[in-house]
């Protein structure tokens, strides 16, 4: 069993929240638009990383990270990539291979929009955490939390962070 935590499109933020919802989890996924390498290092610090670059990550990010990260945990294959689209409507980069080679759950960011949907055509879970630094257009800061336990998918949060003032 696993416990992950999601986030995407910090934009460089760093919210210490983002250490209290995820000290239980046993992986941090990033899925792009990052910002800074300090904000992927104190993500680092909390739990192992995997993450991929966004459209907004320089040249340091790129080195540290990919495109695209596929792998399989507790019997389930994973694509994480930043720009991916949704079902019905993927980005025209990942189109030939999802349908190809589909995953079990695909994790996407950059439209800043949380929303969880299922893809009974490819049998695949799609995961958008929504954004979860300050730039954008969105009006609520979002982190989702999951457990992939021998196969499945169970138990996924979104968090809503509202504004403490």
């Not at 760093?14 to 800074?36: L, Q, T």
């Not at 192992?48 to 990260?69: C, F, L, M, S």
């Amino acid at each position: 069993m696993k416990r992950i935590g999601i986030l995407s499109d910090t934009h460089a933020h760093w919210d210490e929240r983002y250490e209290k919802y995820f000290a239980e989890c046993d992986e941090i996924w990033h899925a792009g638009d990052i910002g800074s390498e300090e904000v992927l290092d104190k993500l680092e610090s909390i739990r192992p990383v995997r993450a991929v670059y966004g459209n907004i990550d320089g040249h340091p990010i790129h080195i540290r990270t990919k495109q695209h990260e596929r792998f399989v945990i507790e019997g389930v294959s994973v694509w994480i990539t930043h720009i991916g689209g949704y079902p019905g409507r993927y980005a025209r980069e990942v189109i030939p291979e999802i349908l190809q080679h589909p995953p079990k759950l695909f994790i996407s960011g950059h439209s800043h929009i949380a929303k969880v949907m299922y893809d009974k055509t490819l049998d695949c879970l799609h995961i958008n955490p929504g954004a979860a630094g300050l730039y954008g257009f969105h009006k609520v800061r979002t982190l989702v939390r999951l457990v992939i336990d021998d196969g499945e998918m169970r138990d996924l949060e979104i968090i809503e962070l509202a504004d403490t003032k």
